[in-house]
């Protein structure tokens, strides 16, 4: 049989379960005994909660723990110890949870009061952390002293008295509302002074109350009933008294409204009378006519509505009367013949009116000025037309008076238009189109670059002359002297005007002689020029020398030092061991030492030098000059480093000293390439997010859209996947080309 818990005088002692039988005979039991009452209930209640013990041991007192009980033994061996609270740092309650009585019928949450051993719990921990606590008695006691406190501060410590009702007369009533009369049928009812009502008979009875008999009950219902009709009367003679003022008052406002508003009729009505007279253009032929008329009226007319119309409003007027004038000065007018300074100073004179310059003033505006529409209207299409199919890019000089002239009257967005899609293009396109004058080209295509672009710096942005820039316009001069430099004929002497570029170029102007020119001299010194004492060639060596003022003079002599001296000295070694001639080779050598120009003597002396000694020691060995005269110095490095002088192809041959060359990155190496394969290399100013290295675009299309992402990883090109994102490696070849151009 299944057995149950439940309370009883003893800890926990188990119970038969009663069958259904035995249930009824026990409810027939209590039923026949007396119901106690509530009082009684509540007390057998609390008896019990105080006289039973706590299943954790015996006494009245605090509750102490059977150590001989199961519990008591489960606990210790978890590590409790009676008289500290439970958890591992003591935390815990310390005496078991005692049973508390809530009001009969009254659910869970209804009684707020703590209980006694929950108080101690609190403060108990309360101090073990090193804090006090206050029980809620003494919190009430704190906030009604707080309350107190507060009170007297703000000076309402005395409560305040309600407001005594005050009581009017009718003749108050009649004064307190302007204009209001009261019937002296109800003067004489009525008596408002007190709390009673007063009927009133005569004036007598202003400080008697009468006395109210069943026979003055209805005269007092008639005596209340007028008194609220009275008071409400007299509030809605004061509404209606406000809403007259008022409508009074906005009378006034609207009458004046309406005289500002007949002015403003009459003064419009003069302005469209003068704009009319300024419009009737009939049997317009020659607008230089009747722009001063124009001009001196719009002037007048913005004297005479300066303060009663909106400046937006006069300039749309303005604009308005000067169009047709202006529209007919563009169908007789030429841009790149004649610039117009005539229609220019006519739209300064009318500068204010038409706010010309002022878009600075208005950075955030969503729409254009009349004016700026005009400008968009009139003069933007013909201005486009004529630049983009008369303007020869090679000469420039219309063009920039055109642009010289108008550029106090355009609005900035029109001059950055202008720059942006009609010239830059074409002096783009012209850049990639341009190639060096000859002897047989004098086209001007051919015409030098500084010619014919510097004019328009003045008027490019700042980002177009920034070599940075990858786009802008130095750069690409940039690239092409790369190419031209690379591939060019170097007797065909020095190149027209590349020495206007080295104030533009800066320290990359040097750098682009050696890395591209210096190597191609070098080369062409060594394969092209001999030295032959009977018949000399100087044709090579003055194609050479050509170039010294812009590689500069110990430039220039480290390279006769490296590519020709080595060869000049040999020749004299074979002279003077081959039965010489002395007084030819005196002659010789000082012929040779005149041919080298004066700035660069003193840097490549220490060369004549060696032919000098070299010569002493063949006089001084005599006969034994053929066997014995040693190789001179330069000669002798030459033998036995056969590889240095023949690795003479690569620019990489000259980093031995500063002057001639500098260490060349491989991205300058693959920017040569790209520039070989008509392929560009753009900067996208990010960074790969594995590596971190730079990330560029190469590609073939103008626009440089499109290609192929790629970083350097040392001497290796790393190429995006376009379908998976990865970077791979990939060769400088065919295939980097392929990928460029998008196949």
């Known amino acids: 049989m299944p057995v149950s818990f439940v309370r009883s005088e003893e800890a926990f002692q188990p119970e038969m379960v009663m069958n259904p039988s035995q249930r009824g005979v026990k409810r027939k039991a209590s039923s026949a005994s007396p119901s106690p009452s509530p009082d009684d209930k509540m007390f057998k209640a609390e008896a019990s909660a105080t006289s039973r013990p706590s299943n954790f041991g015996h006494g009245s007192g605090k509750a102490t723990i059977n150590n001989n009980s199961f519990a008591a033994k489960m606990m210790a061996k978890m590590g409790y110890v009676e008289g500290q609270g439970l958890g591992s740092t003591g935390q815990g309650i310390v005496n078991p949870i005692q049973a508390g009585l809530r009001p009969q019928g ?15 719990e609190e403060k108990r921990e309360a101090e073990r952390r090193g804090q006090s606590i206050h029980d809620s008695s003494e919190e009430e006691r704190e906030r009604r002293r707080r309350q107190k406190e507060k009170r007297k501060l703000d000076g309402s410590s005395t409560p305040l008295s309600r407001p005594k009702i005050k009581y009017k007369t009718a003749a108050e009533i009649e004064a307190a509302a302007d204009g209001l009369q009261v019937p002296n049928v109800l003067k004489s ?73 007949e002015d403003d009729i009459h003064l419009l009505t003069q302005i469209v009378e003068r704009l009319s007279q300024m419009l009737d253009l009939d049997g317009l032929t020659e607008p230089s006519l009747h722009w001063p008329r124009v001009i001196e009226e719009l002037e007048n007319l913005q004297k005479a509505c300066e303060d009663s119309v909106d400046n937006g409003d006069l300039q749309e007027a303005a604009v308005a009367v000067i169009d047709p004038l202006f529209q007919f000065e563009m169908q007789h007018w030429h841009p790149l013949v004649e610039p117009n300074e ?8 009318l500068q204010t009116i038409l706010q010309v310059g002022t878009e600075k003033g208005r950075p955030n505006r969503k729409s254009s000025s009349p004016f700026e529409s005009l400008i968009q209207l009139r003069w933007m299409p013909l201005v486009r037309s004529t630049l983009h199919n008369d303007w020869d890019v090679f000469r420039p ?12 009257v355009l609005p900035q967005f029109s001059r950055h238009a202008v720059m942006a899609e009609l010239i830059l293009p074409k002096l783009a396109k012209a850049i990639d189109q341009w190639r ?44 092409k002297f790369r190419t031209i430099l690379d591939r060019w004929d170097i007797t065909r002497g020095v190149i027209d005007g590349l020495d206007k570029w080295r104030e533009i170029f800066g320290s990359d102007f040097d750098s682009l002689l050696r890395r591209h020119l210096l190597p191609r001299l070098a ?32 430039v220039m002599a480290k390279l006769l030092s490296r590519e020709f001296f ?137 626009d440089r859209k499109g290609g192929v992402i790629v970083y350097l990883k040392g001497d290796m ?27």
């Open 189 to 261: 009812l009525i008596d408002a002074t007190g709390a009673d009502t007063k009927l009133l008979t005569s004036t007598a009875g202003l400080t008697l109350s009468a006395e109210r008999g069943p026979s003055d009950s209805e005269s007092l219902k008639l005596a209340k009933r007028a008194k609220r009709d009275l008071e409400a009367f007299a509030d809605a003679w004061n509404v209606e008294a406000e809403q007259k003022s008022y409508v009074e008052s906005q009378e006034i406002t609207l009458t004046e409204k309406a005289v500002q508003a």
């Open 342 to 349: 005539r229609l220019v100073a006519h739209v300064e004179n």
């Open 106 to 120: 009254v659910g869970l949450g209804a009684v707020r009061e703590k209980s006694k051993q929950q108080k101690e």
């Open 523 to 554: 080369s062409y010194l060594r394969t092209e020029f001999e030295v032959q004492p009977q018949d000399q060639d100087m044709s090579v060596f003055e194609d050479v020398l050509k170039w010294k003022d812009l590689l500069g003079p110990r």
């Open 717 to 743: 090109v790393m190429a995006q996947d376009r379908r998976t994102r990865e970077f791979k490696p990939i060769d400088v070849d065919d295939g980097l080309i392929q990928r460029a151009e998008g196949r």
């Open 566 to 702: 080595p060869k000049w000295l040999e020749i004299l070694h074979t002279w003077l061991t081959s039965d010489p001639n002395y007084e030819e080779i005196s002659q010789w050598f000082t012929w040779w030492k005149s041919q080298i120009p004066d700035e660069i003597q003193n840097s490549v002396s220490g060369n004549f030098n060696q032919g000098l000694e070299m010569m002493k020691e063949a006089l001084e060995l005599g006969d034994s000059a053929a066997t014995k005269l040693a190789l001179p110095r330069a000669l002798a490095d030459k033998q036995e480093k056969p590889d240095v002088a023949a690795n003479t192809t690569s620019p990489l041959h000259l980093q031995s000293n500063k002057d001639l060359d500098e260490p060349a990155t491989f991205k300058d190496f693959l920017d040569d390439w790209c520039s070989e394969q008509d392929l560009h290399l753009v900067s996208l100013r990010e960074a790969d997010v594995a590596t971190g290295q730079p990330l560029f675009r190469i590609t073939a299309s103008v």
């Open 397 to 408: 000089e219309s063009a920039i008076l055109l642009m010289e002239k108008w550029n106090k």
């Open 436 to 479: 060096p004058r000859t002897k047989t080209k004098n086209h001007q295509s051919y015409s030098p670059l500084h010619r014919w672009l510097f004019p328009w710096f003045p008027y490019l942005e700042s980002q177009q002359l920034d070599l940075k820039n990858s786009e802008s316009v130095v750069a690409q001069v940039r690239r």
